[in-house]
C-alpha cells in the first residue's frame, strides 16, 4: 500500500460533476443537435457551424491568462468565478429549450457558439482548480475523474439526451440537460476551498506564460512526447465508425455498440488508470501503455477480415477505447506535473488545447490516408506510431524525467 492521503469524497464528486458538465452540453450540442437538425433538413453546410464549439476548446489558452490574473485578484480562489460561469450555463441551456426548430435557428447557432466559449472557460478554471486541490500522488486520480467525466458527458448529452428528445421533444431533452449543469452549480455553492497556493501577482495578466512554457530543452522534449505518442491510438479511433458503415452497419447499433457500449468501456479504462499511476507511477505507465496500443489496434482487422458479430465489434471498439482514455488520463496527468502555481489556468490549458489540436489533426489525417491505402495500411501505420512513442518514451525518461517511484 502506498501512503498517500486519500481524496476528499467531496471533492472527487465536485471534480467528477465539473468535468462531466464540461463535455454535457457539448456531448447534446455536437452529437445530439446535429441529428435532429439533419432529420429537419438542415443542410451539411450550416450544420457545420455547430463544430466551431470545438474551436473555442482548441484556442482557449488564448483567454486563460485573465483567468489566471481574475482568480490571483481574489486570493486564488476559484468557487465565486465557477459559480459565475455554470450559473450562465445553466442560464443559457434554459434560454436555448424555448427556442424552436428550425424556426429559430439563427439564434440557436448563436447560442451554441456562445457556449461554447463558456464551457471551455469552465474548463480552464476547473483544471487550475484540480491542480490546486489535488496532491502530487493524487494528480492520476483527479485526471481520470476528468477524463471519465468527460466520457461520461459525452454519452449523456450526445445519448441519453437524444433518447430523450425521441420520447418527450426539444424543451424536455435541454431540461434534463439543465437539472444536470445544475447539480454541479449547487455542488459548488457548498464547496469549502481550500487556501490558495497561488503566487501570481494580482495586476498582472501573465500572456508571457504562453510561450515562455516551452523554453528549453526539456519543454521542447515534452512537446515532442505530446506529438507522437497520441497520434497512433487517434488515427485507429478515427477508423471505428466507417468501417462498421462500409459493412453495412446501421446508425443505431454503431450508436449503441461503438458510442455508448464502447465509451463505457473508455469510463472503466480511465478510472483504473488513475489508481494504477499511483501505484506504478508516471514512468512505468508510460512506457508500459504504448506497447500495448501498439497491439489493441490491431484489433481493428477483426471487423476489416470480415467478423460482424456483435460481439466481435465491441471487443474491437472497446478496446481501442479501453486504450484511448488510458493514454488521456496519463498524458493529462503528465502535465499537470509541468505547471506551475504561478499561472496554473494558462500552462494547463496551453498543453490540453495542444493535445486536442492534435487530436483532431490526427482523425483526419487518419481518414485521408484510409482513402490513400486503405483501412489496413493506416491500422498498421497506427500500430508502428505506437511503437515509435514507446522507443521515444524510453528516451524521454532517460534524458529528462527522474520520477519518484
Known sequence: MIGVASLPLCQILLLGSLYITQYLGLGFFMEALVAILRREGVPLEQLGLVYLLAFFWVVRFLWSPFV????????????????????????????????????????????????????????????ALAFKLLSEENRGIGNSIKVSGNLLGHILGGGAALVIYEYWGWSVSLYFIVLLT????????????????????????????????WRGARQKKWLYLLFLYPTGICMSYALITPILVDAGWGLDRIG??????????GVAGALATG?????????????????????????????????????????????????????????????????????????????????????FVAVAIGLILAGKIGYQGVILLSSLLCILSFFYSIQFYKDIFHERD
Open 275 to 359: 489508481w494504477m499511476i499511483r501505484v506504478w507511477g508516471r514512468r512505468r505507465m508510460l512506457l508500459s501503455l504504448a506497447p500495448i496500443q501498439a497491439l489493441g489496434v490491431l484489433m481493428l482487422f477483426l471487423p476489416l477480415w470480415g467478423y460482424h458479430s456483435e460481439w466481435i465489434v465491441f471487443l474491437s471498439a472497446g478496446t481501442i477505447y479501453l486504450l484511448y482514455s488510458p493514454v488521456m488520463t496519463l498524458l493529462s496527468t503528465l502535465m499537470m506535473d509541468r505547471i506551475s502555481p504561478k499561472s496554473p489556468a494558462t500552462e494547463y490549458a496551453l498543453q490540453h488545447s495542444l493535445l486536442l489540436l492534435l487530436g
Open 182 to 213: 445544475l447539480l454541479s452549480f449547487i455542488q459548488l455553492l457548498f464547496f469549502q476551498e481550500p487556501q490558495s497556493r497561488l503566487i501570481q501577482r494580482a495586476d498582472e495578466v501573465n500572456f508571457k506564460a504562453i510561450w515562455e512554457f
Open 256 to 265: 449503441f455498440i461503438v458510442h455508448t457500449l464502447g465509451t463505457s468501456m
Open 68 to 127: 489566471d490574473r481574475f482568480i490571483a485578484q481574489r486570493g486564488g480562489a476559484y468557487k465565486g468565478f465557477l459559480l459565475f460561469v455554470q450559473f450562465i450555463l445553466v442560464l443559457m441551456l434554459a434560454l436555448i429549450s424555448f427556442l424552436e426548430i428550425p424556426q429559430h435557428l439563427p439564434l440557436i447557432f448563436a447560442a451554441c457558439l456562445l457556449f461554447g466559449f463558456f464551457s471551455a472557460t469552465q474548463s480552464i478554471a476547473t483544471d
